[in-house]
Each structure stands twice: as structure tokens, then as C-alpha cells.
């Protein structure tokens, strides 16, 4: 019933995208070596001679695909509100991952009673996924135009998006100046290679039956001594969907756009 709720849910949510109007993402696929990845690019609502903040956005594993059309499902639309535009514009990016890749290594098994992941391991190996390594490329591409202010690079995600953002600071943490996860995992002790160079808001559900909110505990205790700008909200009786209490946080942005690299 659980698999059958899944793929209703996946329907639905593809039905729901076509209905809206994306087009002012462009539509773009960045090559590299053979490999692609695409991906969709909302430009500045302001003066394109000026540099701006890069925002990369990571989806979850119902938007996995090459329509390059899904990973806007979840996000999409808030960062096309004339508020958020406006009060700080960006380059917002969307990449999409295939459905044979994730944004970072995980395991698990799925528990035959309750249809739901358990026995959790994130290896962090010395290279990251295909599609990861091949989006901090596409990020280097951007930044070598010299149209981002490199000092502010964020990146956000839910989910295995989560998971990603998890993995990308702890490689990256040069890059990033700050990082939102909702409803991510990861292994908490990588905790450790991006503590004081990137800022963190964690965000999770305490009924998370789908990632357990554990996972975004251990981080917060993990960084809470050793990194000044860490944040967690953590929303009593909400279960996988904690990215819509993120996204109506009203210091979400404003905290985002605050962080800069020194």
C-alpha cells in the first residue's frame, strides 16, 4: 500500500508541474566528457552587470529524471515569488539527477512491514557520485563567468537533496559559504570538515518516518560546540514534508543571504 501511495504521489506531483509555468527558468544541459546533466537557471530580477549570489537547489528522489522539468516541483515556485526576488535576487539553479544516480552514496534496506528504509550507512568515499562530481563542475562553470559573487554560494536540498547538500559541504566547504538541509541524513562525524567554514539551518520532522529525524539530531550535536552558525528547527508531529515549514520560516532567506564567505 506504501509503494502504491508512492507512486500516486509521484503522479500527481507530475501532473501538478506540468500545470504550472516554469518558463522562466532556463532550460539548459551542461556536458562533460560524454556525461550530462541537466539543469534549469532562474537569472537575477535586477541589473545583470552586477554579480549575484549563486542558490543551487537539490531535489528529492521523485524528481529524479532527464525531463528536466520534475526538479522544479518542489521549490520551484518560491523562488519565483516577486518577494524573494526581489529582496534578493540570485541565480537560483536546479539541477536534475538520473534515476540511476543520487546526489550522495547511501545504504539502507527497506523493512518489509513498514515499507520503510532502515539500517541507514553513508559511505563517504575519496571521490564523490558521478552526477555530484559532475554538478561541482557545472558550479566552477558558473563561477568562472564571472557573474556569481563567489564569496556567497548556497546550496539547499530535501531529502536524498539533503543528503547531497550534506556530502557537497563537507567536500566543498571552500565553496559554500552557507547550506540548507530538510529532511536530509548523512554521516555525522564528515561534520568535522565543514564545522566554521559553512553555515548551517538543519529542518526535520520529528515523525519522519521516511528519514529518520535522528539523523539531522546527530549533526546539531555534532556542530552546536565547534560551529557558531548552526541552526536547527525540528517541527513536533510533522512527518517527510518538513520543507513546507522551511519554506515559511520567515528568517529562512534573510539568514540565508546574510552568510558570506570571509
Known amino acids: 500500500m506504501r509503494l502504491l501511495f508512492c507512486f500516486v504521489m509521484a503522479l500527481l506531483l507530475s501532473r501538478s508541474i506540468s500545470a504550472q509555468d516554469f518558463s522562466a527558468y532556463q532550460k539548459n544541459n551542461f556536458t562533460h566528457e560524454q556525461a550530462v546533466l541537466p539543469y534549469r537557471l532562474l537569472l537575477p530580477d535586477a541589473d545583470l552587470s552586477q554579480k549575484y549570489p549563486l542558490l543551487i537547489f537539490l531535489h528529492g528522489s521523485f524528481e529524479k529524471g532527464t525531463d528536466n522539468e520534475k526538479q522544479l516541483t518542489i521549490g520551484g515556485r518560491f523562488f519565483l515569488r516577486d518577494s524573494i526576488r526581489q529582496h534578493y535576487p540570485a541565480y537560483v539553479l536546479f539541477p536534475q539527477c538520473p534515476e540511476d544516480d543520487s546526489w550522495a552514496y547511501f545504504e539502507n534496506r527497506i523493512d518489509l512491514t513498514t515499507g520503510y528504509a532502515i539500517n541507514w550507512k553513508f559511505p563517504f568515499l575519496p571521490e564523490p557520485t558521478p ?58 562525524a564528515t561534520a568535522k570538515l565543514f564545522a566554521g567554514k559553512v553555515a548551517l539551518w538543519l529542518f526535520h520532522g520529528d515523525k519522519d518516518p521516511v528519514v529518520p529525524v535522528d539523523f539531522s539530531r546527530n549533526y546539531y550535536k555534532h556542530l552546536k560546540k565547534s560551529a557558531p552558525n548552526i541552526r536547527y528547527s525540528e517541527y513536533k508531529g510533522v512527518e517527510h514534508n518538513s520543507w513546507q515549514k522551511a519554506f515559511a520560516e520567515p528568517e529562512l532567506m534573510r539568514w540565508l543571504f546574510a552568510q558570506g564567505k570571509k
Open 131 to 188: 552526477i555530484t562530481g559532475l554538478l561541482k563542475k557545472l558550479v566552477d562553470s558558473l563561477m568562472a563567468t564571472g557573474k556569481i559573487a563567489t564569496d556567497k554560494i548556497y546550496i539547499a536540498g530535501l531529502s536524498q537533496g539533503g543528503m547531497g547538500v550534506l556530502d557537497m559541504i563537507a567536500r566543498y566547504p571552500e565553496t559554500f559559504a552557507a547550506a540548507i538541509s530538510m529532511c536530509g541524513a548523512g554521516e555525522p
